[in-house]
């Protein structure tokens, strides 16, 4: 019964033409769709070094200069994967429903997988700015932001904990969503903060006591995905029922280090013991 109503072949190709512009980093990247490798493949992609951290001249002095170098790097192809299981009888009462509400819930389900990588490869840079001595703040942010010593005023989103979430919300400084302008870097943006937009995500975790947020510039992400998604079909007469399976190649890496700055927070201010005062 499933079989008449949903084209396995027609279905990867749709998925796969649509994740690119539904990843929800996306618009941080450089996406290229043209992947034809599977997994456990390695395969040689460009990386931008960082230029270092700015110093300070005095008037007339020469004011140093660094190559804008890059450099290759491997990584690893990776395939994920899900799968949806479809009674015949649940293709009877709902018909074509039932096959878009699968396509949907696949779709998200890979979409899902591939933003998750995307964020640990945004964790991987190596410029960070060593805020652990207080929690989160405006001023901490500001000095992450300026990492990337712009000369221009450029957007940059960071990313926090959902722990951090209730101290930023309660800081007078904090541009609610319906105080922003209408451009979002990303879906799921909270509102505005040091200069930069702010997304929560459960990735951003507590190490050694502190957290490790992520600001990041579009440009810093590459993501390469496989033109179409492969579904299959797994048909098992014996309980009239079909089960689907979705799989996708990609890689998710770090394309621009100096568009990807690491600012060290702390989880918690460490409480000052009072000192007892000496007997007479």
């Not at 400084?173 to 903060?193: A, H, L, N, Q, Y």
Request: charged residues 30%; proline residues 3%; negative net charge.
């Amino acid at each position: 019964m499933a079989n008449d109503l949903l084209n396995v072949k027609v279905m990867g190709e749709v998925i796969g033409a649509s994740l690119p512009a539904k990843l929800k980093f996306a618009p941080l990247a450089k996406v290229d769709n043209t992947l034809t490798k599977v997994a456990g493949d390695t395969i040689v992609v460009g990386k931008y070094g960082y230029i270092g951290e700015a110093v300070n001249v005095k008037p007339g002095e020469q004011i140093p200069i660094s190559d804008l170098s890059m450099t290759s790097q491997e990584v690893t192809v990776s395939k994920a994967g899900k799968g949806i299981k479809m009674l015949d009888e649940d293709v009877v009462v709902r018909g074509e429903e039932v096959v878009t509400e699968g396509k949907a819930q696949l779709e998200k389900s890979i979409l899902d997988k591939v933003d998750s990588d995307c964020l640990t490869a945004l964790q991987t840079t190596k410029v960070s700015v060593d805020k652990s001595d207080a929690l989160i703040n405006y001023y901490s942010i500001v000095d992450g932001k300026g990492a990337f010593n712009d000369e221009e005023e450029e957007l940059a989103l960071l990313f926090i904990s959902p722990k951090q979430k209730t101290t930023i919300l309660k800081d007078p400084d904090f541009i609610k969503p319906t105080e922003m302008g209408e451009k979002r870097m990303i879906s799921g943006v909270i509102g505005e903060w040091g200069g930069c937009q702010v997304a929560v995500s459960k990735k951003i975790k507590v190490k050694n006591g502190k957290y490790e947020n992520i600001i990041v510039k579009t440009g810093a992400l590459g993501i390469k995905l496989a033109k179409v998604t492969k579904i299959e079909e797994d048909r098992i007469a014996g309980k009239a029922t079909s089960e689907y399976y979705a799989t996708e190649h990609y890689v998710a890496y770090l394309r621009d280090e100096s568009k990807c700055v690491k600012l060290i927070t702390a989880e918690k201010i460490k409480e000052v013991e009072p000192q007892t005062q000496p007997q007479a």
